[in-house]
């Protein structure tokens, strides 16, 4: 049996059951939220094990504070507001159309497709899960080929949670990936790299499945002349260090006024030192994924060495299993060179000095819409002019990440960076159907402008 043919069954399974309840209730949907919630607090230790094995090493703290924490508030809000969400939304009629009565019904897509990548991989699987259940719809996982152990017990606990037709999860490599992006899904959300988001776009644009492309890039933190350099450089290594730099939103590069660079850099090596001390036992920073992103993240590091750049590591502990690399710091690489052209994904973090604020903002907005930007001021006029002068998927303004764990903010990229935002409200109305139905009450006012046209036809042509 080819390897497809599971997969288009299984597509055939869940479209059947969904045409049997194609407008789920409120119950039957808060039920399969709250099977998530279950899955979740029944299994949080075997399943941070299962990420730790697959990392090499990857603390249980990080993976609760990342990833499960996250996704209980995404559950509790949604779970509060999904009454609201589902009910139709009236909408106006003009003065021609009074005997109209319209409004929007939200309706379930049917089967979505979700295919997640190895860096956050409960986050990115079960995150759009709970708003494509939340929007009455059936599901279809596809986690990374990179993280077996995650991906096993993944399936293992779907099948306990939930019945095949609701939520399914197909392990498998980069043969199984490509047969499932090939999918005629009602709607496919792809986490991952905008190289392979090309290979799914094309793959889903046979069947013309609407896509949702959440993808990375080079995010930037700007640190404006007033703000407390020592904060910046807190709150930029904690978003940076969090699981090794790993992470689609952390801060890739730095753009910070030239004579501050050196105060910035002491403060950043100082606060890694602190996060992981050599003396701890057991130590909170997590591996790299594998030898791949290790040696990719060396090569970076050795060109800018050889272009006789300064580097400056932490003096950190490293954990017993798996790749690692320390924090390092890059000070002012070349524009060309890997670090600076390829998103880092790695606890490596260039510091690019500007003389004027104008021309970092312009820095940012000649390079691709990223995903987050960072933007560190107390001063209102400095945060409206960055504001309005750049692009970028979300921001968080004197602090790093914490934009996604916002349950009521939409969490998207733009261009380059993904297409479509999800979480929340914005959610829910991405996996349903917005389906605008206009009723006539009494008297169908059409029937004034038919032919033959006559007098009210004349009236209006005036
Ligand atoms: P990846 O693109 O290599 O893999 C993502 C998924 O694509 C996996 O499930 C994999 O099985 C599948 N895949 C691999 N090759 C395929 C092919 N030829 N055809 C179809 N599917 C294929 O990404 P990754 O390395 O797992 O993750 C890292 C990337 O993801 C980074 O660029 C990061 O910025 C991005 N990311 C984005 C977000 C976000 O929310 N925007 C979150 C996490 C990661």
């Known amino acids: 049996m080819s390897d497809i043919d599971p997969l288009r069954f299984m597509l055939k399974r869940q479209r059947e059951a969904f045409d049997e309840e194609m407008h789920p209730s409120l119950e039957v949907r808060r039920d399969r939220l709250n099977r998530i ?17 697959d990392f090499g090493h990857r603390s249980h703290h990080e993976t609760i504070q990342l990833e499960i924490a996250p996704l209980m508030g995404a559950l509790r809000h949604t779970r509060a507001r999904l009454r609201r969400w589902m009910k139709p939304e009236r909408r106006s009629r003009s003065l021609e159309f009074l005997q109209f009565s319209n409004w929007v019904q939200y309706q379930p897509l049917g089967v979505i497709g979700i295919m997640v990548p190895w860096n956050y991989p409960l986050l990115l699987a079960l995150g759009p899960l709970i708003d494509i259940l939340a929007a009455g719809n059936r599901a ?9 152990v995650t991906s096993a017990l993944l399936a293992r606990l779907a099948g306990t949670y939930f019945k095949p037709e609701e939520v399914a ?16 899904f009602d709607h496919l959300i792809f986490t991952g790299s905008t190289a392979v988001a090309r290979k799914v776009m094309a793959a ?49 590069y730095v753009l910070i006024e030239r004579s501050k660079l050196e105060t910035f850099a002491a ?75 390829e998103e880092i994904f790695g606890p490596v973090l260039p510091l690019i000095p500007y003389d004027d604020f104008d021309a970092a903002l312009k820095f940012i907005r000649e390079r691709p819409r990223p995903l987050a930007l960072y933007l560190f001021t107390c001063d209102k006029a400095i945060e409206e002019k960055a504001l309005r002068n750049t692009i970028s998927g979300n921001v968080t303004v004197n602090g790093t990440l914490l ?38 009450r009494i008297f169908n006012p059409a029937r004034l402008a038919m032919p033959p046209y006559g007098r009210i036809a004349a009236l209006l042509a005036r």
Do not use: W
């Not at 020592?230 to 952390?250: E, H, P, S, V, Y």
């Not at 017993?320 to 890059?330: F, N």
């Open 403 to 440: 934009h996604i764990a916002q349950n009521d903010l939409p969490f998207g990229g733009i261009g380059p960076s993904g297409i479509g935002a999800y979480h929340g409200h914005e959610g829910f109305k991405r996996f349903s159907h917005a389906r605008g139905i206009a009723k006539v």
């Open 267 to 341: 403060a950043f090596i100082a606060t890694a030192e602190t996060f992981y001390p050599r003396q701890s036992g057991e130590t909170h920073y997590t591996s790299l994924v594998g030898e791949r992103a290790h040696d990719r993240l060396m090569r970076g590091i050795g060109e800018c060495r050889a272009r006789g750049v300064k580097l400056m590591s932490a003096g950190i502990a490293l954990p017993a299993k798996g790749v690692h690399i320390p924090p390092t710091l890059v000070i002012d690489p070349p524009a060309d060179c890997l670090l600076m052209e």
């Open 169 to 184: 999860v197909t392990e498998g490599g980069v043969e199984t990936a490509e047969a499932f992006s090939a999918l005629p």
């Open 37 to 53: 919630g279950r899955l979740l607090k029944e299994n949080q230790a075997a399943l941070c094990e299962a990420v730790s094995r």
């Open 140 to 148: 279809m996982i596809k986690p990374s080929e990179l993280l077996p």
């Open 204 to 252: 889903a644009a046979e069947n013309l499945t609407p896509l949702t492309l959440e993808l990375g890039g080079k995010s930037p933190a700007i640190i404006a002349p007033d703000y407390p350099v020592a904060q910046a450089a807190r709150d930029i290594a904690f978003g940076k260090l969090m699981n090794a730099g790993q992470t689609c939103i952390a801060p890739d």
